[in-house]
């Protein structure tokens, strides 16, 4: 198991999460590419990667171990990088349950949300 480097605005963004509803449940430490925190709420359960900012710097791009687990998981994994990304969650979640109902499909195996 790897060590967790935790991005700078991550206390910050769970907080927003935190504002808008969501629990959350911080799975930074088990490692291997496994996504920072895993979030509820109204019966939404999904998994979310703390990101900073898009810049050129490499620790702001997934690693090879995030990649390698979001190719196998079999539902989105969502990047947030900001407060904007916290809001947009909750909509972008619930419009994939309805595609889902309505049939569409999820090709989706994670998803930037700006």
Known sequence: MS?????????????????????????????????DAVVGRDGIIA??????????????????????????????IYIIRSEWDCVQLYKVEIQRLIDLVKGASDDSLHRNLS
């Open 3 to 35: 060590r967790h480097a935790k991005d700078s605005n991550e206390n910050f963004l769970t907080c927003c999460l935190l504002k808008l509803g969501w629990n959350i449940k911080s799975t930074s430490q088990v490692g291997n590419g496994f996504p």
């Open 47 to 76: 998994l979310v990667e703390f990101k900073l900012e898009v810049q050129a710097k490499p620790e702001t791009q997934l690693t090879k171990p995030q990649l390698h687990f979001h190719s196998l998981w079999p539902a989105p």
